[in-house]
């Protein structure tokens, strides 16, 4: 147990933190399995749209270091790639 207040306060915002980030990871797990169920319906106008939003979600969790840039690059390329074989 810290005892310092200094230590009390960064576990604090270490909660804090780690319950923003889990929201996020949550939001576009969601996004991406609502995005496989399109495609696995051939539902393709509206996969393409979800794409967009996906991409966007995955930017912006890289810029705020929820997840690695690259790993953002990897699956916002294998996501495309995945649609355009279905196109």
């Given at each position: 147990?810290?005892?310092?207040?200094?230590?009390?306060?960064?576990?604090?915002?270490?909660?804090?933190?780690?319950?923003?980030?889990?929201?996020?990871?949550?939001?576009?797990k969601?996004?991406?399995?609502?995005?496989?169920?399109?495609?696995?319906?051939?539902?393709?106008?509206?996969?393409?749209?979800?794409?967009?939003?996906?991409f966007?979600?995955?930017?912006?969790?890289?810029?705020?270091?929820?997840?690695?840039?690259?790993?953002?690059?990897?699956k916002?390329?294998?996501?495309?790639?995945?649609?355009?074989?279905?196109?």
């Amino acid at each position: 147990m810290p005892r310092r207040r200094t230590s009390l306060k960064r576990k604090r915002a270490d909660k804090k933190r780690l319950l923003r980030n889990l929201k996020v990871k949550q939001q576009l797990k969601k996004a991406l399995k609502k995005f496989q169920a399109l495609l696995s319906t051939k539902n393709i106008n509206e996969a393409k749209t979800s794409l967009v939003k996906i991409f966007s979600q995955l930017d912006k969790a890289a810029k705020k270091r929820i997840i690695h840039s690259n790993t953002a690059r990897r699956k916002k390329s294998r996501l495309a790639r995945r649609l355009s074989k279905t196109t």
